[in-house]
């Protein structure tokens, strides 16, 4: 059987995985490691990518790039672009309107483009991947995952870059997309109905994403992103061990910005750790004048410090659900994806804000697009029309949220029918409770919060049974029909919706 493959190219890491036999696996690098960093640095001698570029980013850093998908991703602001300036660890230019990286090599300055660093990284994958299957190169079958933010164009530079990598790229989906795909969410099931919410925390961004789910189809009611990721965790860790040296030796690290990079790089493999174990032991030789670093920090300690970053993480998710016109009793699932989402204690106050909703972290939380992607390779085999290959599609959808409440005013529940995004046209059936008059069947129908409808079934027989079925059509009007089931009495209304194209 063929070998199809998921690819994800983060801000900080980078991660390919395969499905083969019907089984989905995270495939190494030649160091053992499950992710790769996404870090390119430049040399006369070779182009070293991934931990390499990394290991020696504070030597070369006017040669390397790191995060170039926040070049690709600019959207001419002026003020995003001095952020950019300030993360790169390499001067940034603009000409004929694109940014470029400015590299230094051989004393000599040289540019490139977020397209071209992409297609290192892209490179970097295919030599994990050919390396374990062994594959020829038309058989390199792969799909890739990209922010849900990225327009068409920046999708088809990512898709191009994949192949210039020489990966026959069969599809480009979106990051939530792939997340749900990953865990397999409404496939086994077609006529199931679930809200879920994508919790997705990388090492710079974050993205939260409530995604509506039905007959298989996922639909991306609300997004939100954020200019913040695990950075900040990783400064938090660093800042401590910081203290705990000067403490110790009266030398302060923060003096040198050598010691505090190589600081920060320590921390970062700490937190890592410490998403697994509870103790993690944090060695810099030759940290600040020569003294070495030797540390053991505990989880409980680390926690701790990070408890106060958590209402700037937690946030987003109640931001993300009013947009989305629903509540936390609502959601079904919660996807946690991204490697600053593997913190065990995040991932507590995520349920703790979704108390309801069951939380998906059986996969590790920075593998999570990639076996997504693979999933879908392995579904869709063959390369999409090349017409449409790069193309989004722009289908009409209602803007607020419709809900219903049912029963007589003592005994009245809620209850959401269609989220807003909802594309047309949509259909969805509902019993009605019946309050303690069981005679009358009373329906409230809303449009985010005003009342637009109200369905009543009068003179009910004995033990009815009474449902409503609501069709979105096409015109974004909205039939609602009250159905007896027993006496096939109905009654019906059709009201206008607010539609968004």
Same mark, same amino acid.
């Given at each position: 059987?063929?070998?199809?493959?998921?690819?994800h190219?983060?801000r900080?890491?980078?991660c390919?995985?395969?499905?083969?036999?019907?089984?989905?696996? %995270?495939?190494?690098?030649?160091?053992?490691?499950?992710?790769?960093?996404?870090i390119?640095?430049?040399?006369?001698?070779?182009?070293?990518?991934?931990?390499?570029?990394?290991?020696?980013?504070?030597?070369?850093?006017?040669?390397?790039?790191?995060?170039?998908?926040?070049?690709?991703?600019?959207?001419?602001?002026?003020? $995003?672009?001095a952020?950019?300036?300030?993360t790169?660890?390499?001067?940034?230019?603009?000409?004929?309107?694109? !940014?470029?990286?400015?590299?230094?090599?051989?004393?000599?300055?040289k540019?490139?483009?977020?397209?071209?660093? !992409?297609?290192?990284?892209?490179?970097?994958?295919?030599?994990?991947?050919?390396?374990?299957?062994?594959?020829?190169?038309?058989?390199?079958?792969?799909?890739?995952?990209?922010? !849900?933010?990225?327009?068409s164009?920046?999708?088809?530079?990512?898709?191009?870059?994949?192949?210039?990598?020489?990966?026959? %790229?069969?599809?480009?989906?979106?990051?939530?997309?792939? +997340?749900?795909?990953?865990?397999?969410?409404?496939?086994?099931?077609?006529?199931?109905?679930?809200?879920?919410l994508?919790?997705?925390?990388?090492?710079?961004?974050?993205?939260?994403?409530?995604? +509506?789910?039905?007959?298989?189809?996922?639909?991306?009611?609300?997004?939100?992103?954020?200019?913040?990721?695990?950075?900040?965790?990783?400064?938090?860790?660093?800042?401590?061990?910081?203290?705990?040296?000067?403490?110790?030796?009266?030398?302060?690290?923060?003096?040198?910005?050598?010691?505090?990079?190589?600081?920060?790089?320590?921390?970062?493999?700490?937190?890592?750790?410490l998403?697994?174990?509870?103790?993690?032991?944090?060695? %810099?030789?030759?940290?600040?004048?020569?003294?070495?670093l030797?540390?053991?920090?505990?989880r409980?300690? /680390?926690?701790?410090?990070?408890?106060?970053?958590?209402?700037?993480?937690?946030?987003?998710?109640?931001e993300?659900?009013?947009?989305?016109?629903?509540?936390?009793a609502?959601?079904?699932?919660?996807?946690?994806?991204?490697?600053?989402?593997?913190?065990?204690?995040?991932?507590?106050?995520?349920?703790e804000?979704?108390?309801?909703? $069951?939380?998906?972290?059986?996969?590790?939380?920075?593998?999570?697009?990639?076996?997504?992607?693979?999933?879908?390779?392995?579904?869709?085999?063959e390369?999409?029309?090349?017409?449409?290959?790069?193309?989004?599609?722009?289908?009409?959808?209602?803007?607020?949220?419709?809900?219903?409440?049912?029963?007589?005013?003592?005994?009245?529940?809620?209850?959401?029918?269609?989220?807003?995004?909802?594309?047309?046209?949509?259909?969805?059936?509902?019993?009605?409770?019946?309050?303690?008059?069981?005679?009358?069947? /009373?329906?409230?129908?809303f449009?985010?919060?005003?009342?637009?409808?109200? !369905? &009543?079934?009068?003179?009910?027989? $004995?033990?009815p049974? %009474?449902?409503?079925?609501?069709?979105?059509?096409?015109?974004?009007?909205?039939?609602?029909?009250?159905?007896?089931?027993?006496?096939?009495?109905?009654?019906?209304?059709?009201?206008? &919706?607010?539609?968004?194209?």
């Open positions: 059987m063929s070998a199809y493959f998921g690819l190219v983060g900080t890491n980078s390919v995985s395969v499905c083969k036999d019907g089984k989905s696996d %995270v495939v190494a690098n030649d160091a053992g490691d499950r992710v790769t960093p996404s390119v640095s430049f040399s006369s001698e070779e182009i070293a990518v991934g931990l390499p570029a990394k290991q020696g980013l504070f030597r070369n850093m006017s040669s390397s790039v790191v995060k170039c998908k926040e070049l690709l991703s600019w959207n001419g602001d002026e003020e $995003e672009l952020k950019l300036r300030s790169s660890v390499c001067p940034v230019i603009i000409k004929n309107k694109k !940014l470029f990286y400015e590299v230094e090599v051989d004393e000599k300055k540019q490139f483009s977020p397209e071209d660093i !992409l297609v290192h990284i892209y490179r970097k994958l295919y030599d994990i991947a050919i390396h374990h299957s062994n594959a020829v190169d038309e058989s390199m079958k792969a799909v890739v995952s990209v922010p !849900l933010s990225f327009t164009e920046q999708r088809q530079a990512v898709w191009k870059a994949a192949e210039k990598a020489r990966f026959n %790229v069969l599809q480009v989906i979106s990051e939530p997309a792939a +997340s749900l795909l990953a865990y397999g969410v409404g496939q086994s099931n077609k006529h199931e109905t679930l809200c879920c994508v919790y997705r925390c990388g090492g710079a961004t974050l993205d939260v994403s409530v995604v +509506s789910v039905r007959g298989g189809m996922y639909s991306v009611v609300s997004s939100l992103h954020r200019k913040q990721g695990g950075d900040k965790f990783t400064a938090l860790v660093a800042n401590y061990l910081a203290d705990e040296f000067q403490n110790k030796w009266k030398l302060d690290p923060r003096e040198s910005k050598r010691s505090m990079f190589k600081l920060m790089g320590a921390a970062e493999e700490c937190k890592h750790v998403s697994t174990l509870n103790t993690a032991h944090c060695f %810099v030789e030759s940290l600040h004048e020569g003294v070495d030797s540390a053991n920090v505990s409980a300690r /680390i926690d701790m410090l990070i408890t106060q970053l958590f209402p700037e993480y937690i946030g987003p998710i109640s993300a659900l009013t947009q989305a016109g629903l509540t936390a609502d959601v079904h699932k919660v996807i946690v994806c991204g490697g600053t989402a593997k913190m065990p204690r995040l991932q507590q106050a995520i349920q804000a979704l108390p309801n909703s $069951e939380l998906l972290s059986n996969l590790t939380a920075d593998e999570v697009f990639a076996v997504g992607c693979c999933n879908q390779a392995a579904v869709i085999g390369p999409w029309d090349t017409v449409c290959q790069y193309k989004q599609v722009s289908v009409p959808a209602i803007s607020k949220a419709i809900s219903v409440r049912c029963g007589d005013e003592e005994e009245s529940q809620t209850t959401t029918v269609f989220c807003a995004q909802t594309p047309l046209s949509s259909r969805f059936s509902l019993p009605v409770p019946l309050g303690k008059k069981h005679n009358v069947a /009373i329906v409230d129908v449009e985010a919060t005003e009342l637009v409808a109200k !369905l &009543t079934l009068k003179n009910l027989p $004995e033990a049974s %009474v449902a409503a079925n609501f069709h979105l059509s096409s015109d974004g009007s909205l039939h609602v029909t009250l159905t007896e089931k027993i006496t096939g009495v109905t009654t019906a209304a059709t009201i206008g &919706t607010s539609v968004a194209a």
